[in-house]
C-alpha cells in the first residue's frame, strides 16, 4: 500500500467533507436568518432563491417524520462513511473519493438541520419576520426535529400544455440545498465515470 498516496486522499477525502458543509450551512443560516418563510428573491428568470424548510427527503420531499428520517440519515452517513474509509484505504481514483465524498458531506449537511436547527433557531412563519438565533435548547423544536433549509429553485421553462401529464408544469420544480446538490452531483458522477467500481465486494471490503 502507498501511505504517501492514501495519507494525501484522505486528506483530500476530509477537505471536501468540511468545505461542503461549512459552505452548506453559511447558506442555509443566511437564508434561514435574513428571509421571512417563503420569501422569493428573484436572481435571473431561471434562477430564485426560495426560502423553504421541510421534514422529508432531498428535493423538499415530505413523506416521513422528521425523526425518524433524519436516523435513517445518521445510519446512511454512518454506513458510507465506512465505504468512504474503505476506498480511500484501497487508494482508489482521486475522483471517484471526491464523489463519495460529496454524498457523505450533503448527507451530513442535512442531518445538522434536523439535529441542531430545532434547538438553536426561532421558527420560520410565514409573514413573520426571519428566525433568528437562540440559546441552544430554546428553539422552535428538540433535538432530531429540526426542519432542512431549503432554498434554490430553478424553472427553466414550462412544459407545453398540451403535453399529457406534465402539461403547463414547471421542467425541475423542485426547491432544494447546497447538501441536495452534493449528494446528487456525487451520486450522478459515479454512476458515470465510476460505475464499474461500484461492487459490494470493492466497497466494502478494506485493503488489509
Same mark, same amino acid.
Given at each position: 500500500?502507498?501511505?504517501?498516496?492514501?495519507?494525501?486522499?484522505?486528506?483530500?477525502?476530509?477537505?471536501?467533507?468540511?468545505? /461542503?458543509?461549512?459552505?452548506?450551512?453559511?447558506?442555509?443560516?443566511?437564508?434561514?436568518?435574513? =428571509?421571512?418563510?417563503?420569501?422569493?428573491?428573484?436572481?435571473?428568470?431561471?434562477?430564485?432563491? $426560495?426560502? /423553504?424548510? &421541510? +421534514?422529508? =427527503?432531498?428535493?423538499?420531499?415530505?413523506?416521513?417524520?422528521?425523526? @425518524?428520517?433524519?436516523?435513517? $440519515?445518521?445510519?446512511?452517513?454512518?454506513?458510507?462513511?465506512?465505504?468512504?474509509?474503505?476506498?480511500? $484505504?484501497?487508494?482508489?481514483? /482521486?475522483?471517484?473519493?471526491?464523489?463519495?465524498?460529496?454524498?457523505?458531506? !450533503?448527507?451530513?449537511?442535512?442531518?445538522?438541520?434536523?439535529?441542531?436547527?430545532?434547538?438553536?433557531? /426561532?421558527?420560520?412563519?410565514?409573514?413573520?419576520?426571519?428566525?433568528?438565533?437562540?440559546?441552544?435548547?430554546? !428553539?422552535?423544536?428538540?433535538?432530531?426535529?429540526?426542519?432542512?433549509?431549503?432554498?434554490?429553485? @430553478?424553472?427553466? @421553462?414550462?412544459?407545453?400544455?398540451?403535453?399529457?401529464?406534465?402539461?403547463?408544469?414547471?421542467?425541475?420544480?423542485?426547491? @432544494? &440545498?447546497?447538501? +441536495?446538490?452534493?449528494?446528487?452531483?456525487?451520486?450522478?458522477?459515479?454512476?458515470?465515470?465510476?460505475?464499474?467500481?461500484?461492487?459490494?465486494?470493492?466497497?466494502?471490503?478494506? $485493503?488489509?
Amino acid at each position: 500500500m502507498n501511505t504517501s498516496s492514501v495519507s494525501i486522499k484522505s486528506a483530500i477525502a476530509i477537505l471536501v467533507v468540511i468545505c /461542503t458543509l461549512i459552505a452548506d450551512q453559511i447558506i442555509k443560516i443566511t437564508v434561514k436568518t435574513n =428571509m421571512g418563510l417563503y420569501e422569493i428573491i428573484n436572481v435571473t428568470n431561471w434562477f430564485e432563491i $426560495r426560502f /423553504t424548510e &421541510n +421534514d422529508g =427527503m432531498a428535493f423538499g420531499m415530505d413523506f416521513i417524520g422528521t425523526m @425518524f428520517l433524519a436516523l435513517f $440519515r445518521m445510519a446512511a452517513i454512518i454506513f458510507f462513511s465506512y465505504i468512504l474509509y474503505n476506498i480511500v $484505504r484501497k487508494n482508489a481514483p /482521486t475522483g471517484f473519493i471526491v464523489c463519495f465524498s460529496l454524498v457523505v458531506a !450533503g448527507a451530513a449537511g442535512n442531518i445538522i438541520d434536523n439535529c441542531l436547527y430545532g434547538l438553536i433557531f /426561532t421558527e420560520s412563519i410565514y409573514g413573520m419576520p426571519p428566525a433568528h438565533f437562540v440559546p441552544i435548547g430554546q !428553539g422552535y423544536g428538540s433535538f432530531l426535529s429540526g426542519h432542512v433549509v431549503d432554498m434554490f429553485y @430553478f424553472p427553466l @421553462f414550462e412544459w407545453p400544455s398540451w403535453m399529457p401529464l406534465v402539461g403547463g408544469n414547471v421542467f425541475f420544480g423542485a426547491i @432544494f &440545498n447546497f447538501a +441536495d446538490a452534493a449528494i446528487s452531483c456525487g451520486a450522478v458522477a459515479l454512476f458515470i465515470f465510476y460505475h464499474k467500481l461500484l461492487s459490494l465486494d470493492y466497497l466494502l471490503k478494506a $485493503r488489509q
